[in-house]
C-alpha cells in the first residue's frame, strides 16, 4: 500500500474530493487528506499552523502539496494577503523543516498569481470591482509594449504591483529550494491568464531562472496540478503512450480561454506532466479523444455559445478517455449526446469537461492513467467517478447552472436536486447503478460550483461491465 499525503489548495469538491476518487481507483494507493476544517475556502484561511502540525504528525512515501496554502493560507488568499515577504518565508522554512525530516518524495506547486480580465473582486482585492479591466490592461500592454498608461489611482496600482512583487520573490525562493533538492517535482502554475501580461513575464523570467532543474515546470492552469502530480507520483508505467486525437483536427492550434498556449502546446503539456509520453495512434496504450472547439472556445459562465459537436461520432478501438474543451465551464452538450447514443463504448477510460482547458485535461489524464496502470483497479470507484463528472461537467454546468441561476433568488439544495433529478435517472440507469442515494451542495455559496455526493449500497454492474469496462 503506497500512502500519500496531499495539502490542496482549499475545500472544494475539485480540490478535495476528486483526488480522493482518483486515488482510490487503484487499491493499492492510500490517500490522505487533512480534515476540512484545516482547509480554508472562499471567506476564510487555511489553518496554516494546523496544516503543518498535520504534516509533522503523519508521515508517508509521498507528499503533494500547495505551497499557496502554507505560504498564504490558499489560492485565493495569495492575492488578498498583506503579510511580508519575511513573514511568509518564516512558514515555509518551517515547512521544509518538516519535510527534511521525512523521507518522502516532495511533489510541490505554486501560483503565478493571476490577472482576470473583469471587475469581479470575488477572489481578489477589494479594489478589484473598479479597477480589475484596467489592472488586466496596464498588466496587458506593459508587458507588451514596455510601457503602459493608466487612470488607476496610484496607490492602488502601486499596492497591486506590490502584492506582485512579494509572490514573484516568494516563488524565486522555491527555485532556490529546487536547487537543494528539496522537491522531487515543482510546478509553477499560470492561471487564468492570456498571450501578454505581468503574469506571463514572471513565468518567463521563473524559466530562465530554473534553467537546468529537471525537476521544474511551468504550466498553463492551476486547480488540476495536484491530480496530475497525483498521476505523475504514482504512474509506474513511464513509457505509458498517449496518442491526442482531436474532433477538429485543423484547430488544434486555436488558443483556449484563460490560456496563452495553444490547445496543441497544452495536451502535450498535460500529458508531459503526468508521467506519460506522447504518441501516435497506432502505438498508443491510450487515446485521448479532444472534442476541440473550431474558431473560439464557448464559456457557458459568460454565456458565450459556439457551435457544437455535430455529425457522427467514432470512438477509437482501443482504450481511450475523453477531453470535451469546446467550452470552458461544462459539456458540449451534443457530443454527450453523441456519445450516449454510441455503442462502441467497451474501451472508455473517463471523461471531463470542467472549467478551463487545463483543468478538464489534467483531471481527465490523471483519472485515465491512474485506473488503466492500476495494479488493482476498482472498477466501482470508476464508475462512481465517472457519473460524478457527468452530473457536474455536463448536468450542472451545462444545463442546470444556467437555469437555476435566471430563476433562483437564493441557493437552496432542495432546488438542485429537483433540477439534477432528471440528469440523475438517465445516468444511474444508463450505468445501472441502484440503491443509491446523491446530495447536491452549493460548498461555497455560489452558482459557480456544486458539491455531488453519491452514498451507495451496493451496485448491480452487468450492463456497465460490457459497456465501459473489465
Known sequence: MKKILLIPIDDRPVCNQLPKQIAELEKGISLHIPDKKLLGNLTKNADIQGLLKWLGNNNAEIVILSLDTIAYGGLIPSRRSTDTFEQIKTRIDELIGILKKKKAKIYAFSSIMRISNNNINEEEKEYWADYGTKIFKYSYELHKTGNAQTDIPENIINDYLLTRKRNFEINKYYIELAKQGIFETLVFSKDDCSEYGLN???????????????NVFIKTGADEIPLTLLSRAVNKHKNLKIAPKYINPESINEISKYEDISVADSVKSQIELAGAIVSDEKNADLILLVNNFKDEQGELVMNVKVPLFSGELKLPNKPYFIADITNANGSDNNFVKALFENDNLKEFYGYSAWNTTGNTLGSAIASALTYFGAKHPDPKIFRILQITRFLDDWAYQANVREKIRENTENLTNNKLKEEMKSFEDFLLKK????????????????????????????????????????
Open 200 to 214: 506571463i513575464k514572471e513565468a518567463n523570467e521563473l524559466k530562465e531562472l530554473s534553467s537546468g532543474c529537471q
Open 431 to 470: 450505468f445501472n447503478l441502484k440503491n443509491v442515494h446523491i446530495e447536491y451542495f452549493f460548498p461555497w455559496n455560489r452558482f459557480f460550483e456544486t458539491e455531488i455526493v453519491i452514498h451507495h449500497k451496493y451496485i448491480k454492474i452487468p450492463f456497465v461491465d460490457i459497456l465501459f469496462y473489465e
